[in-house]
């Protein structure tokens, strides 16, 4: 082939080359998630089975509940995997998501220093130990970062008779952060904190933190995972994204839930399917 032939060739299969790039780097989802699925290693043991099933990659933005609504509300992610049902709700009777699809559940427990101040250990009833934390003005550790976790909080409060935001004082700290970061601020101020169950055990810095208070139904904690709308953001990618949703409530992805362990110890436990 001559010079002039050989430049024709290339220029036409360049812009296929280029396309063929393109295509395989437009090859993922961004998914906002809540941080105990982030620090609890969850995402680490799921993803790489996730991408070698499909070869989709994964953008993780790991932060509290009511800002992953609020990135999936903006358009800014494909797919929310959250644990607040009552922010859920909302959000699909706004018309931002496609479905909600139930995935797996675990539990909060109740942390606090061994020396328990506040005399809870060993109760199941997390209103009542609250209420003992409150009248005891034990240490107390808030996520106060719009989280499930920290709705879940200010629901216990409030059902426990406790009106928070009169009540709090010196005693009670307003991190506005992750769970790992909270649990690490309790175990330097030997404070009481509610966790999620998932991130307490792959919590190492536990200092003089233990599980005081668990059992009690009330504390049952269930994630939802739903498809942004791509009707509200065009940009959203539907079939990738939708791709991920279906994976993880089938049962290869519900296998693999079950399979995350640390120390033997079980973290989540999948449900897609129920009604939670």
Known sequence: MNRRGFVRVLAAIVPFIGMSHSNAQDRY???ASTTSTEQSGLFSHLLPAFEHDTGIKVRIVAVGTGQALDIGRRGDADVVLVHDRA????FMAEGEGVRRYPVMYNDFVLIGPKSDPAKVAGRKDILDALRKVEAAKAPFVSR?????THAAELRYWKDAGVDINKVKGPWYRDTGSGM???????AAMNAYILADRGTWLAFANRGDLAVLVEGDRKLFNQYGIM???PQKHPNIK?????QFVNWLISSKGQETIAAYRINRQQLFF?????DS
């Open 180 to 186: 790992g970061p909270a649990l690490n601020t309790a």
């Open 270 to 274: 999948p449900n897609a399917g129920t």
């Open 227 to 229: 498809l942004v709308n």
């Open 87 to 90: 922010a859920e709700d909302k």
């Open 144 to 148: 106060g970062d719009r989280s499930g």
């Open 29 to 31: 989802i961004v998914v």
């Open 238 to 242: 539907r079939e990738l994204g939708q």
